[in-house]
């Protein structure tokens, strides 16, 4: 005989069916999020192992703390920062968000103007995870998650200056492999054209 997964057809039921315990609601939770969350991951932990296995850690702590959520928010909010936690707990224990020398001061401001530039966002998030862990980690956070510096500096345990250096070294850094990656478009372009107009 066949058992039916029950559909929730409220987010309200399918907390009250997590706060219960059922697996069934896990299951559910899982499925809907899962893309978004590993996508969440992956912006931190730039090995996609490494990403599914913090992704993972993640649901299971969501599901141990679903109590602490006081329906305040959304709930795909709160299973965000709790991703975002996780991510940042497995950096801390690895030490990769500490690979950068801090720096008090910044004295070469980045060109903003590069984010005006026409890029696809999968290419603008490929260019991010190839930033080094702490360029990638404070610039996720600030960018991305929309944490104040002095958010940051506690979440990572330095100093607010730290983090506004990391930032701004992110951004000159995705500035400089967006540049190149837009020459390298137009080299390829202009190489085809030119093979299209011998030919």
């Known amino acids: 005989m066949l058992r039916l997964i029950p559909f929730f057809t409220t987010e309200a039921q399918l907390i009250v069916a997590l706060k219960r315990g059922e697996s069934r609601a896990h299951k559910v939770v899982y499925e809907r999020f899962a893309g978004?969350?590993?996508?969440?991951?992956t912006r931190y932990c730039a090995n996609r192992d490494d990403a599914e296995e913090v992704m993972l850690d993640g649901f299971m702590r969501?599901?141990?703390?679903?109590?602490?959520?006081?329906?305040e928010g959304s709930f795909e909010g709160w299973i965000r920062r709790i991703m975002v936690t996780e991510s940042l707990m497995f950096l801390r224990k690895a030490k990769q968000w500490r690979l950068e020398i801090p720096m008090d001061e910044v004295t070469v401001e980045p060109d903003y103007e590069w984010a005006d530039t026409a890029v696809n966002e999968s290419d603008l998030m490929r260019l991010v995870n190839q930033l080094p862990d702490g360029y990638r980690t404070v610039f996720n956070l600030y960018a991305i998650e929309g944490y104040s510096h002095a958010e940051i500096a506690e979440m990572l345990g330095i100093s607010e200056g730290t983090s506004k250096s990391q930032l701004s070294r992110a951004r000159m850094l995705l500035q400089?492999?967006?540049?190149?990656?837009?020459?390298d478009f137009r080299n390829v372009s202009y190489e085809?054209?030119?093979r299209k107009a011998a030919n």
């Open 36 to 41: 978004k969350m590993l996508a969440v991951c």
């Open 62 to 71: 969501a599901f141990e703390k679903i109590e602490q959520f006081r329906e």
């Open 176 to 183: 400089t492999n967006l540049k190149k990656m837009e020459q």
């Open 192 to 194: 085809k054209t030119y």
